[in-house]
């Protein structure tokens, strides 16, 4: 099945079992009618929403507690990753911990829009335990980024909980704005108690972190528009020397026998799905589920991203496909589990993506062996469209702040020519404010410098490619690095990473004559453009 109708079916399914349940406790995810004036969103959201697994009751002797930590103040325009304790924010007793639903709020209870401040990612850490796919880590039990795919174990499982143990929260909290702002990261826990009569029947399950790039600080990976085949790159199989000659970070050799119990996979936007496959020396799989290539790789699960984005991939407007409550995957000591991470390539180029999947693993001998059991079943969509992404943006034009710079004349600068980026704006050519349009002569360069802050939490900002005129309203799948020739500066900092490491970046002297327009991809809002003419 391709990923395509899979996604279909996911909703399909979804729906029917909606039917069968109606709906409960309703989440503010699917409280609000969506105010976008652009085609609506696929009609059903609201019941799939309402399927949230956590948004059902708890499961029997689970209490549901609210955690929150912060307030987080968002400096203007922020981008930058840090830590926090969260040993203030964790349950106050052992205990099985079976379900996860994070969120990003306002001292109000109200969530963000993307388009406004976004949650790049958290990472819950456990600092009393240490990771089992990158022992040099504390133990990595959960992670969100802007697709807020939910946590529910299978019934009968659940994550070991002390007491005692030391959380700690590491986030990369993005302002798309040049406002400075206060914000919560907040988490809803299922909880067991270790007293509790229902303590006896759950089995522990330990958190399999799986990684295109684990280990990594900043683990992400550019993918070009056009690159791949037929519009989608998969990494790292379609990269040249992902690991500049070293092992593979997407493997992890399994430890002991056991069982899988679920997963779901995180992309940014571009993601079309996250894979998981497994290796046993000497096996072979069914044709239909081996990996191209690799007949003794089996293909256990594909967390499919599902757009309610209405200009297609190309947004947090997202949900992926976790594992449905009964898939139990066998694997021995001494599998190979890898995974892969396939974005589109059509719309745009799609730079400091992710591929992670969390796995979770029993000692218990459950599973079902995935070399003659096809275990690859369509999985569920942890939520439905969430009010915070109805800002898509977009054209037409946003007069009141942009002009086509593609009809300003030029103003010819001389090679080498310095363009400061300063308090959110281009000096020369920003679209915001321009009446000309810096131009060199083919085979010249302009150099742009970041002056806003570049160290240490600094505002780190992008010159990238997007199609002219490049002048719609901003919104979280708007503008995007479309551009007929590629180019991106990397975010311009020293602040270590996503930062590039330098805060200057010099035009290519091989573009060809023609308007260059661009956008700053960490803050949308900032757009400009440079020109070339001919010798
Ligand atoms: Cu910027």
Same mark, same amino acid.
């Given at each position: 099945?391709?990923?395509?109708?899979?996604?279909?079916?996911?909703?399909?399914?979804?729906?029917?079992?909606?039917?069968?349940?109606?709906?409960?406790?309703?989440?503010?995810?699917?409280?609000?009618?969506?105010?976008?004036?652009?085609?609506?969103?696929?009609?059903?959201?609201?019941?799939?929403?309402?399927?949230?697994?956590?948004?059902?009751?708890?499961?029997?002797?689970?209490?549901?507690?609210?955690?929150?930590?912060?307030?987080?103040?968002?400096?203007?325009?922020?981008?930058?990753?840090?830590?926090?304790?969260?040993?203030?924010?964790?349950?106050?007793?052992?205990?099985?911990?079976?379900?996860?639903?994070?969120?990003?709020?306002?001292?109000?209870?109200?969530?963000?829009?993307?388009?406004?401040?976004?949650?790049?990612?958290?990472?819950?850490?456990?600092?009393?335990?240490?990771?089992?796919?990158?022992?040099?880590?504390?133990?990595?039990?959960?992670?969100?980024?802007?697709?807020?795919?939910?946590?529910?174990?299978?019934?009968?499982?659940?994550?070991?909980?002390?007491?005692?143990?030391?959380?700690?929260?590491?986030?990369?909290?993005?302002?798309?704005?040049?406002?400075?702002?206060?914000?919560?990261?907040?988490?809803?826990?299922?909880?067991?108690?270790?007293?509790?009569?229902?303590?006896?029947?759950?089995?522990?399950?330990?958190?399999?972190?799986?990684?295109?790039?684990?280990?990594?600080?900043?683990?992400?990976?550019?993918?070009?528009?056009?690159?791949?085949?037929?519009?989608?790159?998969?990494?790292?199989?379609?990269?040249?020397?992902?690991?500049?000659?070293?092992?593979? /970070?997407?493997?992890? %050799?399994? @430890?002991?026998?056991?069982?899988? +119990?679920? *997963?779901? $996979? !995180?992309?940014?936007?571009?993601?079309?799905?996250?894979?998981?496959?497994?290796?046993?020396?000497?096996?072979?799989?069914?044709?239909?589920?081996?990996?191209?290539?690799?007949?003794?790789?089996?293909?256990?699960?594909?967390?499919?991203?599902?757009?309610?984005?209405?200009?297609?991939?190309?947004?947090?407007?997202?949900?992926?496909?976790?594992?449905?409550?009964?898939?139990?995957?066998?694997?021995?000591?001494?599998?190979?589990?890898?995974?892969?991470?396939?974005?589109?390539?059509?719309?745009?180029?799609?730079?400091?993506?992710?591929?992670?999947?969390?796995?979770?693993?029993?000692?218990?001998?459950?599973? /079902?062996?995935?070399? %003659?059991? @096809?275990?690859?079943?369509?999985? +569920?969509? *942890?939520? $439905? !469209?969430?009010?915070?992404?109805?800002?898509?943006?977009?054209?037409?034009?946003?007069?009141?702040?942009?002009?086509?710079?593609?009809?300003?004349?030029?103003?010819?600068?001389?090679?080498?020519?310095?363009?400061?980026?300063?308090?959110?704006?281009?000096?020369?050519?920003?679209?915001?404010?321009?009446?000309?349009?810096?131009?060199?002569?083919?085979?010249?360069?302009?150099?742009?410098?970041?002056?806003?802050?570049?160290?240490?939490?600094?505002?780190?900002?992008?010159?990238?490619?997007?199609?002219?005129?490049?002048?719609?309203?901003?919104?979280?799948?708007?503008?995007?690095?479309?551009?007929?020739?590629?180019?991106?500066?990397?975010?311009?900092?020293?602040?270590?990473?996503?930062?590039?490491?330098?805060?200057?970046?010099?035009?290519?002297?091989?573009?060809?004559?023609?308007?260059?327009?661009?956008?700053?991809?960490?803050?949308?809002?900032?757009?400009?453009?440079?020109?070339?003419?001919?010798?």
């Amino acid at each position: 099945m391709t990923a395509r109708l899979r996604s279909v079916g996911l909703v399909l399914t979804v729906l029917l079992v909606a039917g069968a349940c109606g709906s409960s406790g309703t989440p503010k995810a699917s409280s609000k009618q969506s105010s976008t004036t652009r085609p609506a969103v696929a009609p059903n959201t609201e019941d799939i929403a309402s399927l949230t697994p956590m948004d059902q009751s708890p499961d029997q002797g689970a209490t549901r507690l609210h955690f929150k930590i912060g307030p987080f103040v968002v400096e203007p325009g922020q981008n930058n990753i840090s830590t926090r304790s969260a040993r203030s924010q964790q349950p106050q007793e052992d205990g099985w911990i079976v379900g996860i639903r994070p969120n990003l709020e306002y001292a109000d209870g109200q969530t963000p829009g993307v388009d406004v401040i976004h949650l790049h990612h958290a990472v819950w850490l456990n600092l009393s335990e240490q990771d089992i796919t990158d022992p040099a880590l504390p133990e990595r039990f959960f992670a969100v980024g802007e697709e807020k795919t939910n946590l529910k174990f299978p019934p009968g499982y659940g994550y070991a909980y002390k007491a005692t143990d030391r959380w700690v929260l590491n986030y990369m909290i993005h302002n798309l704005t040049s406002k400075r702002d206060k914000v919560w990261v907040t988490y809803d826990i299922d909880f067991i108690p270790a007293t509790s009569p229902y303590a006896k029947n759950i089995k522990a399950a330990r958190p399999i972190w799986m990684d295109v790039q684990n280990g990594e600080v900043y683990p992400v990976f550019d993918v070009l528009r056009g690159s791949g085949h037929n519009g989608v790159y998969t990494y790292p199989d379609d990269a040249t020397d992902p690991y500049n000659g070293g092992p593979p /970070k997407n493997v992890w %050799t399994v @430890d002991q026998d056991g069982t899988l +119990i679920g *997963t779901a $996979g !995180h992309v940014h936007p571009g993601g079309l799905r996250d894979d998981m496959w497994l290796e046993r020396a000497g096996a072979k799989a069914p044709a239909d589920e081996a990996k191209p290539g690799a007949p003794d790789t089996v293909h256990v699960f594909s967390s499919v991203s599902h757009y309610y984005e209405p200009a297609g991939p190309v947004s947090w407007d997202v949900t992926m496909s976790a594992t449905p409550p009964d898939w139990r995957v066998k694997v021995r000591k001494g599998d190979k589990l890898s995974i892969t991470a396939s974005y589109e390539t059509e719309h745009a180029s799609w730079y400091e993506g992710m591929g992670i999947m969390v796995a979770w693993m029993a000692a218990d001998d459950s599973g /079902k062996d995935p070399f %003659t059991t @096809d275990v690859n079943v369509p999985g +569920i969509l *942890t939520h $439905g !469209h969430l009010p915070e992404n109805d800002n898509h943006g977009g054209p037409p034009a946003d007069t009141e702040h942009y002009v086509d710079l593609a009809k300003l004349p030029s103003k010819m600068v001389p090679d080498g020519y310095v363009i400061d980026i300063s308090n959110f704006a281009y000096a020369a050519g920003d679209m915001s404010i321009a009446t000309s349009v810096p131009t060199i002569k083919q085979g010249q360069s302009i150099t742009f410098n970041n002056l806003d802050a570049p160290l240490d939490n600094g505002i780190w900002h992008t010159i990238t490619d997007c199609e002219g005129p490049c002048d719609g309203h901003s919104g979280i799948a708007y503008p995007i690095a479309n551009g007929r020739i590629i180019f991106d500066s990397g975010e311009l900092g020293e602040g270590g990473p996503p930062a590039a490491g330098r805060v200057t970046w010099s035009t290519p002297r091989n573009l060809p004559p023609g308007t260059y327009t661009y956008f700053c991809r960490i803050h949308p809002f900032m757009r400009g453009a440079f020109r070339i003419v001919a010798n």
